[in-house]
């Protein structure tokens, strides 16, 4: 993963859900290229802040053990949008979780606004789907320490 979506977690229950914060900033290149005149954080953007957020809660349920990656996005309705000064607020589900992958429900509201509402289908996987991939592929470790979510120490 190359850009983190999120800026914290607020809330974060193993197994059952999470909320996250993004902090929407006119200094983000992004707002000045994506509708020049009426920056807004471009849709595509806040469906990766959700599902960070919800391969994160999956990834944590199997204690980072397996790379969690986008499978699926069966859902995706956009009612609004974020500008620079709102807070946008994450919030996912776990529906489902199997040995292959999860699913989860999630929203992005602004205030009482909302913003998305999606559902997302993550795969995990044994090994990092490219050769030679460092084993922080998808969720980095120093991006877990960033947002304060605990990952167990694995065996060397």
Not at 137 to 155: A, D, G, S
């Amino acid at each position: 993963m190359r850009w983190i979506w999120i800026d914290r977690f607020e809330e974060f229950e193993s197994g059952r859900s999470a909320r996250a914060v993004k902090c929407v900033s006119l200094a983000e290149d992004h707002l000045h290229d994506h509708l020049p005149g009426f920056p807004v954080m471009p849709n595509p953007l806040i469906l990766e802040g959700l599902a960070q957020t919800g391969g994160i809660l999956l990834g944590e349920v199997q204690q980072f053990r397996k790379v969690v990656v986008l499978a699926k996005v069966p859902k995706a309705v956009f009612h609004s949008w974020a500008r620079p000064g709102d807070k946008l607020d994450y919030r996912v589900q776990l529906l489902d979780i199997q040995a292959e992958g999860g699913i989860v429900a999630g929203t992005a509201h602004v205030g009482d606004r909302l913003v998305a509402e999606v559902e997302i289908v993550f795969a995990s996987l044994t090994e990092a789907p490219i050769g030679g991939a460092q084993a922080d592929f998808v969720i980095p470790t120093e991006m877990l320490r960033i947002l304060n979510v605990k990952v167990p120490t694995r065996p060397a």
